[in-house]
């Protein structure tokens, strides 16, 4: 394994090396990371076009908007008169709910994403392993929960048949009278253990369905990275006596570590953006309910700027554990 590559404090944030990586004529442009680099954006080119040609008009114009006083006028578009941030203080100190759901789902996020981002290293690691009929248990195992991150989603949100189906299945866990989480939260409270803990430990219990929707993606990184390691690091650590527990810490998580970082900045947008969340439900409801549209685009725009946040409190928390590697 080589050694962690030094940071240079002159370049810390690595613009230096970003800029140099598409200018021939240098070092930093033949280097191995630097083409796998250009690759890459290559790859991601169609969506740098596409999102300069079709989508910065309109953020500039939700920009502008969330910033006036939007009236609509038949056959003619709409007029807008500047206000400058009275659209921001109706959203957080008017709107009844804006402050409760957001206040809400931002902490469904940070359990459902620990939650998401555990699930889907442990699956990886397991899909990861070599035993007889691993490929028909990735087929089995996998294709479903990949099925599940996008195609069942709206099958849920949009399906008759299994809106009926979900009701009656919550008919018959009424009738029963039985529900297994909230006994054994009744039965473990009496033990004099803090109940904060155990609130959070059910709520991932009884969000288990969502969290395995959502983990679709993230094990396809975390697998992708466990296949990248090299089988001699297993051999070395072995011959030096390491066992499998040592050899997880030592070698596979600190390779994988990484990833961590994607599947974390994954996880929040893809969370932040999810059908069911109520703050996205609160803002079309004041934009397609209420027609305004101002309102909609200031809730939008702080939205946007707590996802924001939240993930540059991942990346500054995930950052101090990641082991960057050289090839």
């Known amino acids: 394994m080589s050694k962690k590559k030094p940071v240079n404090s002159q370049d810390k944030w690595g613009f230096k090396e970003s800029i140099l990586t598409f200018i021939p004529g240098n070092k930093t442009y033949s280097t191995m990371r630097s083409r796998q680099a250009r690759t890459g954006v ?6 740098i076009l596409g999102f300069v040609f079709f989508m910065v008009r309109p953020m500039i114009t939700s920009v502008i908007m969330s910033l006036s006083d939007v009236t609509l006028i038949p056959g003619k578009g709409y007029d807008m008169k500047f206000l400058w941030f009275v659209n921001y203080k109706n959203a957080m100190g008017s709107d009844p709910y804006f402050n ?3 206040v809400e789902e931002i902490s469904r996020m940070a359990i459902n994403g620990i939650a998401t981002l555990v699930m889907s290293f442990v699956i990886a690691v397991i899909l990861n392993q070599n035993f007889k009929g691993r490929t028909l248990a990735r087929a089995i195992f996998f294709l479903p929960v990949i099925l599940s991150s996008g195609v069942l989603a ?4 949009q399906n008759e048949f299994y809106d009926m189906m979900a009701g009656m299945a919550e008919s018959v866990g009424k009738a029963s009278g039985v529900n297994i989480s909230a ?4 039965l473990l409270s009496v033990s004099g253990v803090g109940s904060g803990v155990f609130d959070v430990l059910f ?14 993606i993230q094990i396809i990184v975390f697998l992708s990275g466990l296949q990248a390691i090299s089988p001699s690091l297993y051999e070395a650590a072995d011959v030096e006596g390491c066992t499998a527990w040592e050899a997880f810490w030592k070698i596979t998580f600190p390779m994988v570590s990484p990833l961590l970082l994607v599947n974390a900045i994954y996880t929040i947008i893809d969370f932040f953006m999810k059908n ?11 934009m397609y309910g209420q027609l305004n549209f101002g309102l909609s685009s200031a809730m939008s725009w702080i939205y946007f700027g707590v996802a924001i946040l939240f993930i540059g409190i991942a990346a500054i928390i995930i950052n101090r554990g990641v082991h960057y590697y050289e090839d």
């Open 276 to 286: 069911d969340n109520r703050v996205m439900e609160r803002i079309n409801t004041i």
């Open 154 to 157: 709206g099958i849920e949100s």
């Open 42 to 47: 290559l790859f991601i080119l169609p969506f």
């Open 183 to 186: 006994a054994l939260q009744d």
């Open 100 to 102: 409760q759901y957001l």
């Open 203 to 216: 709520e991932m219990i009884d969000a288990v369905y969502d969290i395995i929707m959502a983990s679709g």
